[in-house]
């Protein structure tokens, strides 16, 4: 098996692949319209299609501009090599933070959030297992 991707219903497709690719540095990888349904798709990415890249899926239904968060749903989490630094690039792209970087309550990881302009929330995790591999690096 294989981790594909993760689906997001947003209410406004272009703002939100303005937000991921601009903001947070993911690639658009592909879209698809589907008329008869009413909707449209948008998968993007850091890996630029690489199979061995889970993608993230943003599905836009016409018509519905908004949706109830609920509250089973949490994050996601992407690596940084450094969260301080991520998040001055997210703040300068115009992006939203809501926890600062800073240690995890009773650990050592330095985490952030960051939410979407859907309400979302995106963990960013410093990890010396990403060092060079930094998904911001587009939100320059």
């Given amino acids: ?21 601009q903001v ?50 949490g994050h ?8 301080y630094a991520a998040c001055e690039k997210i703040r300068a792209a115009g992006g939203q933070i809501t926890r600062e970087p800073g240690p995890v309550k009773g650990g050592s990881t330095v985490i952030a959030f960051v939410t979407d302009p859907d309400g979302y929330k995106i963990e960013l995790i410093q990890t010396n297992a990403t060092a060079g591999a930094d998904p911001l690096r587009n939100a320059d």
Avoid at 33 to 52: C, H, I, V
Wanted: a negative charge.
């Fill in 1 to 21: 098996m294989q981790f594909l991707h993760t689906m997001l219903r947003v209410g406004n497709l272009q703002r939100s692949i303005d937000f991921y690719t």
């Fill in 24 to 73: 947070l540095g993911m690639q658009l990888l592909r879209t698809s319209e589907n008329p008869q349904y009413q909707y449209s798709l948008a998968f993007l990415g850091f890996g630029g299609g690489n199979p061995a890249q889970a993608e993230l899926e943003l599905t836009y239904n016409w018509g519905t501009d908004h949706y109830d968060l609920g509250t089973a749903y």
């Fill in 76 to 83: 996601i989490a992407l690596g940084v090599p450094d969260a």
